[in-house]
């Protein structure tokens, strides 16, 4: 599975940006897809999580009620809709892909992951 991520920017706060994960190659496997992100010096953050079929989704406090994590099954596409943007927002955010019902939140759980993508939120 290759994951390609895209949607990073500058924007300011209380704006708004979405991020995108297109998924390729053995795509009929997926499970659960997720974004976390990460700081210079800081552990990678869980951010949300989808899964393909039943379209579960769980969402960190930090960003429950802001952001809104969907798929689009056809384009094995992940996106992740961030609105109220903060400055604590800023970071470098990664999709991943998990290949079973394991605990969404664990970076260990997740077997590929994208490139990572800047998103910089200015106050």
């Known amino acids: 599975v290759q994951l390609q991520a895209s949607g990073g920017g500058l924007v300011q706060a209380g704006g708004s940006l979405r991020l995108s994960c297109a998924a390729s190659?053995?795509?009929?496997?997926?499970?659960?897809m997720a974004w976390f992100r990460q700081t210079p010096g800081k552990e990678r953050e869980f951010v949300a999580a989808i899964t393909w079929s039943g379209g579960i989704t769980h969402y960190s406090d930090s960003v429950k009620g802001r952001f809104t994590i969907s798929r689009d099954n056809a384009k094995t596409t992940v996106y992740l809709q961030m609105n109220s943007l903060k400055p604590e927002d800023t970071a470098v955010y990664y999709c991943?892909?998990?290949?079973?019902?394991?605990?969404?939140?664990?970076?260990?759980?997740?077997?590929?992951w994208g490139q990572g993508t800047q998103v910089t939120v200015s106050s």
């Open positions: 190659g053995r795509t009929f496997s997926l499970y659960r």
């Open positions: 991943a892909h998990s290949p079973g019902n394991f605990q969404p939140t664990a970076v260990r759980r997740y077997d590929y």
